[in-house]
């Protein structure tokens, strides 16, 4: 798959250092656009902040009526609340030190509700002595794990249900829903990846007949990213909620596995060849400090100028491609490079340069990069 970006004018390709961090400004609106459309109202998207970390995205998704969003540590809980979101899902369990951060956000945002995952008793009576003891109410989402096992609990687990009810019970808590995410779908053909869905989402309707047997009622879910947005957003039931994240910017990972998904990449590095140490090799500043190291190395990032260079060497500040191409380059010479995991990118860079018709025209700071931001 073919990803191109568009160019950057004469000036600032001349003047701005390298490696930068760059957002198409068009690209990006675009796709809000598209996701809204995706989900066919604002009012079904909790978009994940993680993607990007920055305070311009949330004001742009707040602006566009999108006020529900999702996010992985406490800093970017508090960019979201400081950015106007009236509700933000911490999908992370809070354990520790966090415990109380999540609850002085709640004091110091008394207008933004937040909520937090959970799926052990243990965090849940503590979180619960720490809101009642503030006096404030903490939603809290039980974590279904619908295959990909990295947290959360199966549906089938005797006893979720109950975990569930007993949110109920514990003062200062109140029932938010489900979390299920489910990262571990990742079937290039959207059919197959909506009758995996299909088959994970019966198993979430029955936890949830058993939580209503219960006497607790589960107002919304929390359901998957990217990939698996369309097969959720096709769905009916109104407490579904859209949380996907890397769509906001995308990424040639994403673009790449999933051709069906309506996203372009809105980020690109900007990076110059500082050396040929061969004919046939190329070494750019593109190190694993300015692009991430994930995936494995040798598809770290896409450039559309040469799409089949090798990525032989990726140390911390230097990426050496190999191509018979490499003649065409001098030392100095620039490059845009699309990354493959755009997330981890992102929290390398502490602004990021907006291009707007090839010139830059204002800088965003990635507010919530740093784990602490007040709190
Ligand atoms: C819990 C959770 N929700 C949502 C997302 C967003 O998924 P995606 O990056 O596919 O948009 C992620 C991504 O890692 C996640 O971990």
Not at 2 to 30: G, T
Not at 58 to 74: M, N, Q, S, Y
Not at 93 to 101: C, E
Request: with cysteine; net charge negative; hydrophobic share 40%.
């Amino acid at each position: 798959m073919e990803f191109s970006v568009p160019a950057l004018a004469p000036e600032p390709l001349a003047s701005l250092p390298s490696p930068a961090y760059l957002i198409f400004r068009d690209r990006l609106l675009a796709n809000l656009d598209s996701m809204i459309q995706v989900a066919k109202s604002a009012d079904r998207l909790r978009p994940h902040c993680k993607t990007h970390k920055m305070s311009r995205i949330i004001e742009l998704w707040v602006e566009r009526g999108v006020k529900k969003h999702k996010a992985a540590t406490i800093a970017e809980c508090e960019m979201c609340a400081a950015a106007g979101a009236e509700d933000v899902l911490l999908a992370y369990n809070p354990v520790g030190p966090n415990i109380d951060r999540l609850v002085s956000l709640a004091e110091t945002f008394p207008d933004c509700r937040f909520s937090a995952t959970c799926d052990d008793p243990r965090p849940l009576q503590l979180l619960s002595r720490a809101a009642a003891a503030a006096g404030v109410t903490i939603g809290v989402w039980l974590d279904v794990n619908v295959g990909m096992q990295r947290t959360g609990i199966t549906p089938e687990t005797p006893g979720a249900a109950a975990l569930y009810h007993s949110i109920s019970e514990l003062p200062g808590l109140e029932p938010g829903g489900f979390h299920v995410y489910d990262g571990h779908q990742r079937q290039g053909d959207l059919m197959e990846r909506r009758a995996a869905v299909a088959a994970e989402w019966s198993r979430v309707l029955t936890l949830r007949s058993e939580a209503e047997a219960l006497g607790t009622a589960v107002p919304a879910f929390a359901c998957g990213g990217t990939p698996t947005f369309p097969c959720y957003a096709a769905m009916s039931d109104p407490a579904i909620e859209l949380c996907p994240g890397t769509s906001v910017l995308s990424d040639s990972g994403y673009g790449s596995t999933f051709p069906d998904l309506p996203f372009a990449p809105a980020a690109a590095i900007l990076t110059r060849v500082v050396s040929r140490p061969a004919e046939n090799r190329l070494t750019l500043d593109l190190g694993n400090k300015a692009v991430a190291a994930d995936p494995p190395k040798g598809a770290r990032v896409y450039f559309p100028d040469l799409p089949a260079a090798v990525q032989d060497i990726h140390s911390e500040e230097h990426l050496v491609l190999i191509t018979p191409e490499a003649e065409r380059f001098a030392p100095g010479d620039a490059l845009l490079a699309v990354p493959a995991h755009v997330c981890p990118t992102s929290a390398l860079y502490d602004e990021v340069a907006i291009v707007d018709n090839g010139q830059i025209t204002e800088y965003w700071k990635t507010t919530s990069r740093n784990r602490r931001i007040s709190l």
